[in-house]
C-alpha cells in the first residue's frame, strides 16, 4: 500500500503525479526534454540509460516502463536492448554506448564516482560533449523518479503490463496526466 | 577540472545549466516549484530537508547554497539549521521535521527503505499527506542535482562563498540563468 493515498488505477509515477498536479508539469516536462528532446543520442539510447539505471535502483516500474520503451524504439533490436540492461560490458552495442552506460553506472551509485578516465574513455568511443552531459543528467534524472515512485511505495504493475506502456510512451513521449 | 567544458565563473550547477539550455528551464523551474511554490512545508524547512540530503551525498556544492538558503530564510535561528543538519535525531526542531528529515534520510539511500512505520510516525507528528510526498519528492530531487552537479565535476566554490549566495536564493527563489 502506498504511503499517501494515491488514486486509484494509476500504477507507478502516475500516482503522485496525479495527486501533486503543482509538481507534475515540471516532472512530465524534463522527462520528455531528456529523453525525446534534442540531443545527440538516440531516444532508444537515452531510454537504454533510463532503463539501465533504474534497474541499478531497483525500481520495478521505472525498469519496466522505459525497458518497454527502448524495445519498441529498437524493433527488432530487444535481444541487444536486454543484453545492454543485463550485462553492458558484453553486450553487441557500440563501443559508445558501453562508455556512457559505464558513466551512468557510476552517476546511480555516487556523482562523486565520475572518473576523468571514464570521461576520457568515452571521448575516445566517439561520445562529444553534450551526450556526456545527456548522460550524466538523464542518470541522474532517474535517481530522482525512481527515488519518487519507491519512496512513496507506488502500485508496481505486473510485468505483462510493461509492453503496452513502452509502446505508448515510444509512440507519444511524456505529457502531463 | 569538469569532466565537459563548462563557462568559466559559474560554479557548481551553474556551470552545467548555462552549457546545455535545453535542459536548464524545467531544472530550474521545478527548483522554484518545490522549494518555493506552494506546500504545507515552509520554504526554510523545504531548505533544510534539501541541504541535509546534499550532505548525506556529499556534494559541497548543494549543501552550502541550500544550507546558505535556509539559514538566511530562518535568521536568528542559524544555530538550529545547522544542528539540524549535523544530527537531526538531537537537533532542536519540531517532531514533525525530525521525522520528515528520517524519510528524506532514507529516500538518500534507497526509495524502498521508506516503511510504513517511518510514514506513520510522520503522521503522528502532525505531518500530512501532502508533507510527506513533498519531502520525499524534494529528497529523491537533490539526488538527481546532487550527482548532476558532482558527476560532471563542477566548480566547488569556497565556504565563504555560500552566505551570500543562500541570501540570493533566500530574496529570489530559483530562476533560469
Do not use: W
Not at 7 to 12: D, K, T, V, W
Not at 123 to 140: N, P
Not at 143 to 153: H, K, Q
Request: aromatic residues 6%.
Amino acid at each position: 500500500m502506498a504511503h499517501i493515498p494515491l488514486p486509484e488505477g494509476l500504477p507507478g509515477i502516475l500516482g503522485p503525479l496525479a495527486f501533486r498536479p503543482e509538481t507534475a508539469g515540471p516532472l512530465t516536462e524534463r522527462a520528455q526534454v531528456l529523453l525525446r528532446g534534442p540531443s545527440p543520442l538516440a531516444p532508444g539510447e537515452r531510454e537504454i540509460i533510463a532503463a539501465y539505471v533504474s534497474k541499478l535502483n531497483g525500481c520495478r516500474f521505472c525498469h519496466g516502463s522505459h525497458a518497454g520503451a527502448a524495445r519498441a524504439l529498437l524493433k527488432g533490436k530487444e535481444a541487444v536492448v536486454d543484453a545492454a540492461f543485463k550485462d553492458p560490458a558484453a553486450a553487441p552495442i557500440s563501443e559508445k554506448l558501453r562508455a556512457l552506460l559505464v558513466i551512468a553506472g557510476a552517476v546511480q551509485k555516487d556523482g562523486r564516482g565520475v572518473t576523468a578516465e571514464m570521461a576520457a574513455a568515452a571521448k575516445r568511443a566517439g561520445a562529444d560533449d553534450h551526450e556526456l552531459h545527456d548522460t550524466v543528467l538523464i542518470a541522474a534524472a532517474f535517481c530522482m523518479y525512481n527515488r519518487y515512485v519507491d519512496g512513496l511505495a507506488t502500485a508496481v504493475p505486473p510485468d505483462a503490463a510493461y509492453a503496452a506502456m513502452g509502446e505508448r510512451l515510444a509512440a507519444e513521449g511524456y505529457r502531463a496526466p
